[in-house]
């Protein structure tokens, strides 16, 4: 069935759905906010021919209805500003009345100022690790070691996250910027928030200070661009600290900002750029070209800029639209689907409705 053939197209359809036959991949607007391939939602679609097994006449009986909820995994170097990040969030979202918790994954974190809901160390910490005798890891690999014991230990987690009523995560992670670029064990955590309904962004912090040469800008876009293909969810890269940078300096990172590739051409003079210039030159051209990363500056003591921020991550995993969806939906149906006499999911369909130019989220639909 394609989506334009018959009335299931202007069908409103829940991101309620589990499997896979169809992919619709929702393009946010804003540059910054990258999907290197679609993740959700995942809508089954029914062959109406043959949808009369899957068709539950019962439909109030068996309504089950999966909750969505929604996490950021914040993530970037050791330094960048994750916990105050976390931190920052907290605060503000504490003042608008909106509840977020947070889950420390930092296995070596010492310190934190806010109230966590889930504390990796509760489970295993990094000294628990380096002190072990039949272990004999270091700090690096005590880290990794941490984080396949969180893998191993999910039901930890689920438990954590399930003592709160509200929805909306944020997961303090650790700083090895390896877990997120080429160790599969992050990938392993998405998958599980994944079939857990989670909706997970990764927002990715740089520190502002590395932004001030060209060089390191895109050795830090490049990072950025890793874990971003590593991880496949919707990612938002913030640069942080732009609160202690002078109006010269915001001026200069906002350049890297808008991807002012002549920017390495002022930076000619520099030997090791002379030498690789041509190399440098070709990487910068794929990220003007094709957009592929894009950066926010992120002040944390401009409560516009952290809503802003909040605002593009929210509409990154969809957070909010279904609440909209919430409004007295008229004949609903609920089909469920089944594989080998079992549910394996459903789907809720409501009958076509008039939507008004506001109730675009911003998003742009590809049907691929
Ligand atoms: N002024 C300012 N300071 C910041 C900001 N973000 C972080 N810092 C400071 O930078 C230092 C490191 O910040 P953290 O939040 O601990 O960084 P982190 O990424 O969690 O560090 P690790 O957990 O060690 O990887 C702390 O001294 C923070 O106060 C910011 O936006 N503005």
Redesign the pocket.
């Known amino acids: 069935m394609s989506l334009d053939d018959t009335s299931f197209t202007s069908l409103f359809l829940t991101p309620f759905i589990l499997d896979t036959a169809y992919d619709i991949t929702l393009l946010h607007c804003h540059p910054a906010v990258l999907f290197p391939r679609p993740t959700f939602p995942k809508l089954l679609f029914a062959e109406p021919s043959s949808s009369s097994s899957f068709l539950n006449p019962n439909l109030e009986q068996n309504l089950w209805i999966i909750k969505m909820r929604y996490a950021q995994l914040i993530m970037?170097p050791?330094?960048?500003?994750?916990?105050?990040?976390c931190s920052t969030i907290v605060n503000h979202c504490k003042a608008i009345g909106r509840n977020v918790y947070v889950i420390n994954l930092?296995p070596a974190?010492e310190y934190f100022e806010y109230d966590v809901i889930g504390d990796i160390r509760e489970l295993i910490s990094l000294d628990d690790v380096t002190e072990d005798e039949d272990l004999l890891l270091g700090p690096n690999g005590g880290l990794v070691y941490c984080l396949q014991h969180l893998i191993e230990n999910l039901d930890w987690l689920d438990e954590k996250l399930g003592c709160v009523e509200d929805d909306y995560f944020l997961f303090d992670c650790?700083?090895q910027i390896e877990l997120y670029t080429h160790l599969p064990v992050m990938k392993s955590l998405i998958k599980q928030l994944d079939n857990w309904n989670i909706r997970t962004c990764g927002v990715f912090?740089l520190d502002a200070h590395y932004m001030n040469e060209a060089t390191k800008f895109f050795s830090g876009a490049l990072v950025a661009l890793s874990a971003m293909i590593t991880l496949e969810i919707p990612h938002v890269n913030l640069v942080?600290?732009m609160?202690?940078l002078n109006e010269h300096d915001r001026n200069a990172v906002q350049r890297f900002l808008d991807m002012d590739t002549d920017l390495l051409r002022e930076e000619e003079d520099e030997p090791w750029l002379r030498k690789h210039l041509k190399l440098t030159k070709a990487i910068s051209t794929l990220f003007e070209d094709y957009s592929y990363v894009s950066f926010l500056a992120?002040d944390?003591t401009d409560e516009d800029c952290i809503g802003e921020t909040l605002m593009i991550i929210d509409n990154s995993i969809q957070y909010g639209e279904d609440l909209e969806h919430k409004e007295p939906m008229v004949n609903i149906q609920n089909i469920h689907f089944c594989h080998n006499g079992e549910t394996q999911g459903f789907l809720l369909l409501q009958e076509p409705v008039e939507r008004e130019a506001s109730d675009d989220y911003g998003m742009a639909d590809e049907v691929s």
């Open positions: 970037g050791a330094g960048s500003g994750k916990s105050s990040y930092d974190a650790p700083g912090l942080t600290k609160d202690l992120f944390r």
